[in-house]
């Protein structure tokens, strides 16, 4: 399965087999994440592949391996590292290996050289225990007219795109040039304090399925001067 077909099928996965994974595969998905494609190239980022015993997380469930994400602290840095490791994710889940995104998990005993970088977000990876995939009406989504100013069907990969505690966040709005605005949901002072960073994430995210869903099209950029709408944040425009 091509990572475009997976975007209709993947899941988050939380029961894992504990066999660790082979050298060979670590070492192709570590070949996969080089060549990803980056949304702001100007960011250094660098992740590292834990085994379980290096994780500090309140979730009840483990898996073997866990990748944890750092990066600079420069414009759209969240939703560059959620588009660039949503890729990521839908190359591990087309290779029958389950992933989840998790806020609530932190490395134990490691330490980034590199101190520009800060600790962003955990991806748990590993076997799955049971089925990888699900259909395509066992996704639990917003309908396009709630995401979107406007009924299109180019933009389903981003609506059926995973996000923190389902909240999908994401908002598009059509430009008289064919381009699109992204827009975050606000979701009010404490909110934006306790899952402002996870949001971020999470629009990137649906970047990323727009992305392999448009390679030879997509082209994001930053507007100067984007419109302002209420409860809403700017965070990019794109053509695909």
């Excluded at 660098?46 to 379980?52: A, C, G, N, Q, V």
């Excluded at 590292?81 to 087309?94: A, N």
């Excluded at 600790?119 to 259909?135: D, K, M, T, V």
């Excluded at 995973?162 to 040039?177: E, I, V």
Aim: glycine share 4%; aromatic share 12%.
């Amino acid at each position: 399965m091509n990572l475009e077909d997976t975007i209709y099928r993947r899941q988050s996965i939380r029961s894992y087999d504990k066999t660790p994974l082979d050298n060979q595969t670590l070492d192709e998905i570590r070949d996969f994440i080089a060549n990803a494609k980056e949304l702001n190239p100007n960011i250094k980022w660098s992740y590292e592949i834990l085994p379980t015993e290096k994780i500090s997380t309140m979730m009840r469930w483990k898996a073997p391996h866990y990748l944890v994400l750092y990066s600079q602290e420069k414009e759209n840095y969240y939703q560059n590292i959620g588009f660039i490791f949503q890729q990521v994710d839908l190359y591990l889940q087309s290779r029958e290996i389950g992933t989840c995104w998790i806020g609530m998990a932190s490395p134990k005993g490691y330490r980034n050289p590199d101190k520009s970088q800060k600790f962003i977000i955990a991806i748990s990876l590993g076997r799955p225990q049971g089925n990888i995939y699900r259909e395509r009406d066992q996704f639990n989504r917003k309908s396009l007219d709630e995401i979107s100013d406007r009924l299109d069907e180019r933009l389903i990969p981003a609506q059926l795109a995973p996000s923190a505690t389902n909240a999908q966040p994401w908002y598009f709005t059509h430009n008289d040039d064919g381009s699109y605005d992204l827009y975050r949901v606000n979701r009010g002072m404490l909110r934006n304090r306790l899952m402002g960073k996870w949001s971020r994430i999470d629009t990137g995210i649906a970047l990323a399925h727009l992305y392999l869903s448009n390679r030879d099209s997509f082209r994001f950029y930053m507007k100067d001067n984007p419109k302002e709408l209420k409860g809403l944040f700017y965070d990019g425009s794109f053509k695909i």
